[in-house]
């Protein structure tokens, strides 16, 4: 079996704008085909391959006047996939 090996992690409690900015951030890095972050061991930056798959969704649950809400964003890429017909 393969080794998983945690390079990054965020999880705490921000201002939605807060939250969009850090996203801007992503976004700027997956358009140049790299993630860079700065972790608890220091600096990170990861080379991405040119095909990822994708995955949103968006969830409320609801009970008793109160809701939650929640986003999840979930990019995976696979070393070695070929691009399928895209042209880029």
């Known amino acids: 079996m393969g080794e998983k090996t ?3 992690h965020c999880d705490e ?7 969009a900015v850090v996203l801007e951030k992503i976004v ?8 860079a ?11 991405l391959p040119r095909l990822g798959e994708l995955e949103i969704s968006f969830k409320e649950k609801a009970k008793s006047g ?11 890429w696979k070393d070695g996939d070929a691009p399928l017909g895209l042209d880029g």
Request: glycine fraction near 10%.
């Open 6 to 8: 945690d390079l990054f």
């Open 13 to 19: 409690k921000m201002l939605t704008y807060d939250a």
């Open 28 to 35: 700027a890095g997956l358009k140049q085909g790299k993630l």
């Open 37 to 47: 972050a700065n972790g608890d061991n220091g600096p990170v930056c990861v080379e």
């Open 66 to 76: 109160k809701s939650k809400k929640k986003l999840s964003i979930e990019l995976t």
